[in-house]
């Protein structure tokens, strides 16, 4: 989810008091604004369950992971950037049996900069088994599906880098590819004249996956809810991410 900032208490009692309400495993957010290792604790206790935090400033960037109280999950092998963009980890069983993996991440706005991130988002892959790659975007792959208003032309820089990424892994995004024409947004501006589908979750190909997009009071984002089934394995519940008051 991207929450435009939590460092303000009342806004964090806000989100996390949303959250709590979908009941899911985890929850991925983007623009946390977590700018000390003294917020990262006192955010992690103040939502109860294990969490990841990749830092940044109080006005911008930092993005999170975040374990449901009780979770029979644990974090391993963290990593995560300096620049508040990226956090990844390999989520394992309470024996450390792996599970899958994750990437959250918080892309750039500045399309010239954008290419270069996604050409390093390899570096910070966990691993391979059950990779799912999950954030707020900043770029959209189709502009004629997953974008209106503004430049018809402007978006899409970036996604040649990120299409080797997820080409690579076999991942794809999960709503187009149960919603193959669908145009519905995950972001708005103000006076909703432009709207964007920025939010996205890639999960590994023909694995049994459902998502929903939501509205959230609290942010210009969109929830994405996903349910995913292991190939093979045990049904591990949802995870969430986005905010928005857009209506759908």
């Not at 930092?62 to 009780?70: A, D, E, F, R, S």
């Not at 975007?137 to 209106?148: E, G, I, P, R, Y």
């Amino acid at each position: 989810m991207n929450v435009n900032g939590i460092a303000e208490h009342r806004k964090r009692e806000l989100i996390f008091d949303f959250v709590k309400s979908f009941n899911v495993d985890f929850i991925c957010l983007q623009e946390t604004h977590n700018d000390s290792e003294k917020n990262k604790e006192k955010w992690t206790r103040d939502r109860g369950g294990g969490c990841i935090w990749s830092r940044a400033t109080n006005r911008s960037r930092g993005v999170g992971i975040l374990l449901k109280p009780g979770s029979e999950l644990i974090f391993g092998n963290i990593r995560k950037d300096s620049n508040g963009r990226i956090v990844a980890a390999t989520l394992l069983d309470r024996e450390n049996n792996p599970k899958f993996n994750m990437i959250n991440l918080y892309a750039t706005a500045v399309p010239r900069d954008r290419k270069d991130f996604f050409a390093d988002i390899w570096r910070y892959k966990p691993g391979d088994l059950n990779l799912l790659l999950v954030g707020d975007f900043n770029c959209v792959v189709n502009t004629s599906l997953d974008k209106q208003g503004g430049n018809p032309d402007s978006g899409t820089a970036g996604i040649e880098e990120l299409t080797d990424f997820t080409n690579n892994h076999n991942l794809v995004d999960i709503w187009r590819e149960t919603h193959p024409q669908d145009r519905i947004f995950t972001w708005n501006n103000k006076n909703f004249t432009q709207r964007s589908r920025l939010d996205r979750w890639y999960v590994p190909r023909g694995q049994d996956t459902q998502a929903t997009i939501r509205a959230c009071p609290h942010s210009d984002h969109s929830v994405i809810e996903i349910t995913w089934k292991l190939r093979g394995g045990k049904k591990r519940g949802k995870g969430s991410w986005k905010l928005s008051s857009t209506k759908y």
